[in-house]
């Protein structure tokens, strides 16, 4: 079976020792049929008073972290590997309900999934209502993986991938008219184009893993990532990375799902101190095949 080993590696740095709240941290894998957790190892300095962990209201799992000491740095260093098996992307049948677009959420699974289809973001001038209208064939009913397919590549294309090290989400507005943005910046766009098309989408983060012979075409390693899954009658939550054009889960890790990015923040605290006590905070990610991390060992 695939094996990933990941490294994630966060360091808070300052000029000079401060107290520290709780951090909360989402840095676990989810596990699945299709993902495992094989093991994995979580080393923080300053040793803190308690660490638990719990599952918040969506099931992902949160470690909360406490304090009693002082330091000028503090570091959360996370190794875990994982068993990896991509699913297909899905597979329906003229027969399943959802392969044409339009379809209909059976009342059973509407309750459940009305705020994944419930525009969460404003847009005044409907501009994010166009943009996701124009994948549609208005004359006729066009499948429904054909406009996800769209939907996912048009995004990889038309916009301009940018790191931005401030924190947060961009608004779904702000992202079509810069046309530019993070991973995150790319997710919450497409979920919030996807509800106004009336399907139900989620937000995703975790990692992506960037195998050698495609390393040209993935962007988003070397730190989180995120991307979206959207829910279809008969095939379930299927993965779409409009980040870099994958449909399904080939290379991606899911740590965590969320209605809104602000549910799913890998890592957030508060020091204890003045503001020009902070000096800066690094943040590595790597994600290697686990043959070729025992090879490098050799």
Not at 35 to 44: A, G, K, Y
Not at 194 to 223: K, T
Not at 268 to 283: E, K, L, R
């Amino acid at each position: 079976m695939p094996l990933l080993t990941i490294h994630h590696k966060t360091e808070y740095r300052y000029y000079r020792p401060v107290a520290f709240g709780e951090h909360r941290f989402m840095l676990r894998p989810s596990d699945g049929h299709d993902l495992r957790v094989l093991d994995s190892r979580l080393d923080i300095s300053p040793k803190p008073m308690s660490l638990r962990w719990i599952h918040d209201v969506f099931g992902n799992s949160v470690a909360i972290a406490d304090f009693d000491a002082r330091a000028d740095r503090l570091v959360f260093d996370w190794h875990v590997t994982v068993e990896h098996n991509p699913v297909d992307e899905f597979a329906l049948t003229p027969d399943d309900p959802a392969y044409f677009y339009p379809f209909a959420y059976d009342d059973a699974e509407l309750s459940d999934l009305v705020q994944y289809i419930t525009a969460q973001y404003p847009d005044p001038e409907g501009r994010i209502s166009a943009w996701a209208r124009g994948f549609l064939d208005e004359t006729a009913a066009s499948p429904t993986f054909d406009i996800l397919s769209r939907i996912t590549h048009a995004i990889r294309k038309q916009f301009r991938y940018q790191r931005r090290h401030a924190p947060g989400t961009q608004s779904p507005c702000e992202t079509l008219l810069r046309g530019t943005g993070t991973c995150r910046d790319y997710a919450l766009f497409m979920i919030e184009a996807l509800r106004r098309l009336g399907i139900a989408a989620r937000f995703v983060s975790g990692y992506v893993f960037v195998p050698e012979d495609i390393a040209q075409h993935h962007v988003g390693g070397g730190s989180t990532h995120a991307w979206v899954q959207v829910y279809l009658p008969s095939a379930g939550w299927i993965e779409f990375d409009p980040t870099n054009g994958i449909l399904g889960t080939r290379d991606l890790i899911r740590v965590a799902v969320a209605r809104d990015p602000r549910q799913a923040i890998p890592l957030h605290g508060i020091y204890i101190g003045t503001q020009d006590a902070f000096d800066v905070m690094d943040v590595s990610v790597k994600v290697v095949a686990a043959e070729a991390l025992e090879a490098a060992v050799v």
